[in-house]
T-cell receptor, first 112, second 113 residues
Framework: DAKTTQPPSMDCAEGRAANLPCNHS???????VYWYRQIHSQGPQYIIH???NNETNEMASLIITEDRKSSTLILPHATLRDTAVYYC?????????????FGPGTRLSVLP | AAGVIQSPRHLIKEKRETATLKCYPI?????VYWYQQGPGQDPQFLIS???????DKGSIPDRFSAQQFSDYHSELNMSSLELGDSALYFC????????????FGPGTRLTVT
């Protein structure tokens, strides 16, 4: 089962910042938070990941609360091409390694 | 930059047939992951390989098997295909199995009729 909860859908006006929240209240101290997105039927695309410090790259910013129980992905200037399902993922310990458990994610619609 | 390559991109099989999906990871990546995404569903982890050894197993049916070869490419073999196996199959690769982000291929769309 996914260790994260996200709102099922969000709308954002084109050109505005999109702020996507994620709750991961059971996260362990050494577990990273990853964000991926999937544009219709394409392979999921890596966006960003972080442990406890805020992170920024050319795609987005990741804000992680001090207690690490939640985070927010920020797309600073959303475009129509950012319409996708956004997944917040905490790796789940498997038998030998760490698995990604997807779902259910937030369906972001960027509106003109 | 080179990406993950999957072949074929589309595959149509009949019930009870077999199918083989191939995945070529990004150069220098040593870990491969397979995911299945049914219609309207989220990707589900099937199996992963690190340095040619199975590193973890998810919800992979017993009818499916996979391996990673010496050149790090991987193949997913599916036998006794069922209608419910119709899905997008994604392969992802990463450098080492721990902490590093996974890069996904474009997927293989398998249709079982």
């Amino acid at each position: 089962d996914a260790k994260t909860t996200q709102p099922p859908s969000m709308d954002c006006a084109e050109g505005r910042a999109a702020n996507l929240p994620c709750n991961h209240s059971t996260i362990s101290g050494n577990e990273y938070v990853y964000w991926y997105r999937q544009i219709h039927s394409q392979g999921p695309q890596y966006i960003i990941h972080g442990l406890k410090n805020n992170e920024t790259n050319e795609m987005a910013s990741l804000i992680i609360t001090e207690d690490r129980k939640s985070s927010t992905l920020i797309l600073p200037h959303a475009t129509l091409r950012d319409t996708a399902v956004y997944y917040c993922i905490v790796r789940v310990a498997g038998n030998y390694g760490q698995n990604f458990v997807f779902g259910p994610g937030t369906r972001l619609s960027v509106l003109p | 930059a080179a990406g993950v390559i999957q072949s074929p991109r589309h595959l149509i099989k009949e019930k009870r047939e077999t199918a083989t999906l191939k995945c070529y990871p990004i150069p220098r990546h040593d870990t491969v992951y397979w995911y299945q995404q049914g219609p309207g569903q989220d990707p589900q982890f099937l199996i992963s390989f690190y340095e040619k050894m199975q590193s973890d197993k998810g919800s992979i049916p017993d009818r499916f098997s996979a391996q990673q070869f010496s050149d790090y490419h991987s193949e997913l073999n599916m036998s006794s295909l069922e209608l419910g196996d119709s899905a997008l199959y994604f392969c992802a690769s990463s450098f080492q199995d721990v902490l590093y982000e996974q890069y996904f291929g474009p997927g293989t769309r398998l249709t079982v009729t």
